[in-house]
């Protein structure tokens, strides 16, 4: 499988155990989640706007700290490990603008190898690989802000796909793409081997791909099993202010 | 997402020899162009005719249209007239005096006008056949290569980066504004002018919130790919020696005329 480095030894990719998470403004994002991901599951998480899908994949990797424990593949986050547990978990941001801020493609792709300190030809090469993964081979030397929202969205992955992680959190893949980006981006998942935590609103991605889910609301899970279950519980997803059509 | 940002990208693709040339030889080129032409003496036509020479090169190297320079050139012109006063202040020979106010012109003060007004179309002109021809990233290529702090780097490459993300904010909101200013037949529209003030007011502080609260997604981003507070970059490919054989021969070529038109 190309682009894994997973610990055989350890079968819970990530562990989420009671973890509570204010932001600044007083906005109480997390209210005791837990959750446990075995490793190459592909799970979603579901849950009306506001339910603390993003604040809580802004923690797998320590971006954001709160009061628990989170645990990837079984080593707890902690401030002198930040720098490791980010090599594994690639962290998809909603917005790909804020995601590719360097003035090239390759150079946007290179960063996270970078500061690896991995030797330069390497970086290149990782690079490289990564961006003939998702199909953005031969724009090197592209600014961003010529790719269309697919195609950035797509560089978005190559970017942490680079860093060969073995957990990928995506926020938001599909949101705001036509018909046929969409179908392209699917396919692109679908052949990604990694452990995956997809936070969306497209139910059809979830049906297809993400065998498990997990539904949000008002910061904590409120409902966890297995796709077609869940998607059948229309009281449970009309609770939540989620639709099936 | 393209809205069409009314300020484009500066570089035009292009296959001239000026086009290939490596951004770490034009870079400090155009700048030691634009040193010696300001260092040219006022009033020396001769040397400036000569510092034109290498630049008329260039321009018909690049296969850019003339226009196109002129054109984005145009742009210096308002800032000329902040030394058109020179004109009447420097004492020498008088050449006229403007009725009813009783300035009068000099000689001197209009030769140091026009050198003014060359010297600054001259550079500007360089600096647009630099940006014309380099794609930006190269030349912030060139700005790491040559040594330039990279905090400052890492800046002028976010500036680059997001110049044109809040350019089109800026346009979104403006369209939004526009799009709900509509007039009625027979009515006064448009509001007070203190209100529309305030209107635009509100609009720079919520792109100025939108920009913070991205730069905080980006800083996001950009830890969770590894960043530690030190700007890191990947290396660039090796000089070709045409190139560097050309940038010296033009520097040698500035300070020859600089010379003569100092002894």
Redesign the interface.
């Known amino acids: 499988m190309l682009g894994t480095r997973v610990d055989t030894a350890v079968e819970t990719a990530v562990e989420v155990a009671d973890l509570r998470f204010a932001y600044p403004d007083g906005v109480q994002a997390l209210r005791g989640v837990n959750l446990t991901v075995r490793r190459g599951e592909k799970v979603a998480l579901l849950g009306p706007n506001g339910a603390g899908k993003s604040t809580l994949l ?1 923690h797998l ?1 320590g ?1 954001l700290r709160g009061k628990g424990q989170v645990r990837i593949a079984g080593v707890p986050l902690r401030p002198d490990n930040l ?1 490791q547990v ?2 594994q978990v690639g ?1 998809v ?1 909603e ?1 790909p ?8 493609v ?2 946007d792709v ?3 190898p ?3 300190g991995l030797p ?1 030809e390497e ?2 090469e990782r690079a490289r690989r990564a961006l003939a993964q998702v199909g953005m081979a031969g724009f090197d ?1 592209r ?3 010529h790719l269309s ?1 697919g195609q950035k969205k797509r560089v978005a992955i190559a ?2 796909l680079a ?1 060969e992680p073995a957990i990928l959190a995506l926020d938001e893949p599909t949101a705001g793409l036509d018909p046929g980006a969409r179908r392209e981006l699917i396919h692109l998942l679908r052949r990604l081997p990694q452990t995956m935590i997809v936070s969306t609103h497209d139910i059809p991605l979830v049906r297809d791909l993400l065998p498990r889910t997990v539904v949000m609301d008002a910061g904590i899970i409120v409902a966890d099993g297995e796709t077609p279950a869940i998607l059948a519980d229309a009281a449970l997803l009309a609770a939540h202010g989620l639709d099936v059509f | ?1 393209a809205v069409g940002v009314p300020f484009g ?1 500066r570089y035009l693709a292009g296959s001239s020899a000026i086009h290939a040339m490596d951004a770490r030889a034009k870079l400090p080129a155009a700048l030691a162009y634009i040193f010696a032409v300001t260092l040219t003496p006022a009033g020396h036509w001769a040397a400036l005719g000569l510092l034109a020479l290498p630049l008329v090169a260039a321009l018909a190297a690049s296969r850019l249209s003339p226009l196109l320079v002129a054109r984005r050139s145009a742009l210096a012109l308002p800032f000329v007239l902040a030394a058109v006063p020179l004109m009447f202040t420097k004492e020498g020979e008088a050449l006229f005096s403007v009725p009813l106010f009783g300035w009068t012109a000099s000689q001197q003060g209009l030769e140091a006008v026009l050198s003014i007004l060359a010297k600054s179309w001259l550079s500007v002109v360089a600096a647009v056949i630099l940006t014309a021809t380099t ?3 190269e030349l ?1 290529g060139a700005m790491r290569a040559l040594g330039l702090p990279r905090l400052l780097v890492a800046t002028v ?2 500036m ?3 110049l ?2 809040i350019g089109e904010e800026a346009l979104r909101l403006i369209r939004a504004r526009d799009s709900r200013s509509a007039r009625l037949a027979g009515q006064q529209a448009g509001g007070r002018l203190d209100w529309r003030a305030k209107v635009l007011g509100h609009m720079v502080g919520s792109l100025f919130l939108r920009t913070y609260e ?1 730069s905080e ?2 800083y ?9 507070g030190e700007p ?4 660039v490919r090796a000089w070709r020696a045409a190139h560097v054989v050309v940038a010296a021969a033009l520097v040698v070529y500035l300070a020859g005329v600089e010379l003569y038109a100092r002894y």
């Open positions: 802004l990797n971006i720098a980010r090599a962290l941001f917005n603008d804020d995601q590719l801020f360097s003035p090239t390759l150079e290179a960063y996270g970078l500061y690896m330069h970086v290149l030397e600014p961003p802000h929202l970017t942490v860093m | 997402m990208e794609p930006a990233a912030l490459s976010f680059y980066r997001y044109f993300v991205r997604r980006v996001a981003a950009m830890q969770a790919r590894g960043y530690d890191r970059f990947l290396q």
